[in-house]
């Protein structure tokens, strides 16, 4: 079924590697006259999703262990975020937002959420947005689609 050949595969990792600096450049930009960074905001959103554990938190930020470890304890310091005692074993922690995070969360939800995606996509017609949504969605395998993204973004 995959009749590409390195010369197209190419481009199109190259292309998905420029979208993504793209969408976090502006991220960084929404948040630059904040209190937050953008790579802080991606732990809020990790923690809000489930990814309680700083190792589930790891993989879903792409971040090292000891630089998230050096996040974390800032966003504890500045009650962004609470680590509690895991409920089974005491080695562990589970990380939780507290009120402030999560009101941080939400703000951007309603409003940062909009600005930023529209500014990703503003060169796109309304079906090409739905289009890329749907060729995205193909490409990732089904695993991945479940974890991360809510039922209603994956219908094809």
């Known amino acids: ?24 450049n502006l991220l960084t930009d929404y948040f630059a006259d904040s209190d937050i960074t953008a790579p802080q905001f991606k732990v809020l959103i990790s923690i809000y999703k489930g990814f309680t554990s700083p190792v589930e938190v790891s993989k879903n930020v792409m971040m ?3 630089a998230l470890s050096r996040m974390i304890e800032r966003m504890v310091k500045r009650e962004l975020i609470v680590r509690q005692p895991h409920p089974c074993d005491k080695r562990q922690v589970i990380l939780a937002l ?10 951007f939800e309603q409003e940062g959420m909009r600005i930023v995606l529209a500014q990703t996509t503003a060169r796109l017609t309304p079906q090409e947005v739905e289009q890329l949504m749907r060729l995205l969605t ?3 395998p089904d695993d991945v689609i479940a974890r991360y993204l809510r039922t209603e973004f994956t219908n094809n």
């Open 1 to 24: 079924m995959n009749h590409t050949t390195t010369e197209t595969l190419y481009p199109i990792g190259l292309l998905i590697h420029l979208a993504n600096q793209f969408k976090d």
């Open 98 to 107: 507290t009120e402030k995070g999560l009101a941080i969360y939400q703000h």
């Open 64 to 66: 090292d262990g000891g």
């Open 138 to 140: 193909k490409m990732l």
